[in-house]
């Protein structure tokens, strides 16, 4: 099963435009991450924040996480076409090895 | 290194054959996964091995399927008499876990099954 959920499923924005993703999980985690898919290949790592962390920069990008509502969200400032692409939150259990994937939120960028 | 390689990128076959797919982790990897996903789903765990001991599988994993990482270096898995159901994307994905050090993944490209 899959423990995280995404929101939206879908977003369509302009260039420029900033978008925010988010996901709910379920139980206790040791970390969450955020990875990127572009259409029909693998899966790339973008961004970890720990459980102990509230919020987290890697260029463009913002993660927040509030563990007492067991959410996370994702927001890729000033977008680009090449930001197309499904995006995933995963999250590593503690207790467990395995990382558990939502859904994904298919992000469209338009020019 | 050129990261995690899987073999082959698309395999079309007819229901009740057999089908093997490979993955060439990084090198320096202990741990390798493999994860199954569908259209419009996220990936789904399969197993994992770590180095060459197989320490978990999950319950989407039927008898049919058989995974090895013989030596502790590259992976097969096997589907025996492939259903329609078992198409999807087949993806592997290897990680260096241990100390005090976050379990971040690295994917290959996939093997696209198409069972007819």
């Known amino acids: 099963s899959q423990q995280g959920e995404e929101d939206p499923q879908a977003l369509s924005i302009q260039e420029g435009e900033n978008a925010t993703m988010n996901c709910s999980y379920k139980t206790s985690i040791n970390n969450l991450q955020w990875y990127r898919q572009n259409s029909g290949r693998g899966l790339v790592h973008l961004i970890l924040?720990?459980?102990?962390?509230r919020e987290k920069h890697s260029g463009r990008l913002r993660v927040t996480l509030d563990t007492s509502k067991k959410s996370s969200s994702l927001l890729i400032t000033a977008s680009r076409a090449a930001d197309t692409a499904s995006y995933f939150c995963a999250t590593d259990a503690l207790g467990y090895s395995t990382l558990t994937f939502g859904k994904g939120t298919m992000l469209l960028v338009s020019p | 290194d050129t990261g995690v390689s899987q073999n082959p990128r698309h395999k079309i076959t007819k229901r009740g054959q057999n089908v093997t797919f490979r993955c060439d982790p990084i090198s320096e990897h202990n741990r390798l996964y493999w994860y199954r996903q569908t259209l419009g789903q996220g990936p789904e765990f399969l197993t994992y091995?770590?180095?060459?001991?197989?320490?978990?599988k999950s319950r989407l994993l039927s008898d049919r399927f058989s995974a090895e990482r013989p030596k502790g270096s590259f992976s097969t898995l096997e589907i025996q008499r492939t259903e329609q159901g078992d198409s999807a994307m087949y993806l592997c994905a290897s990680s260096l876990a241990g100390g005090t050090g976050a379990n971040v993944l690295t994917f290959g490209a996939g093997s696209r099954l198409t069972v007819l």
């Open positions: 091995f770590q180095n060459e001991a197989q320490l978990e």
């Open positions: 924040i720990r459980s102990n962390e």
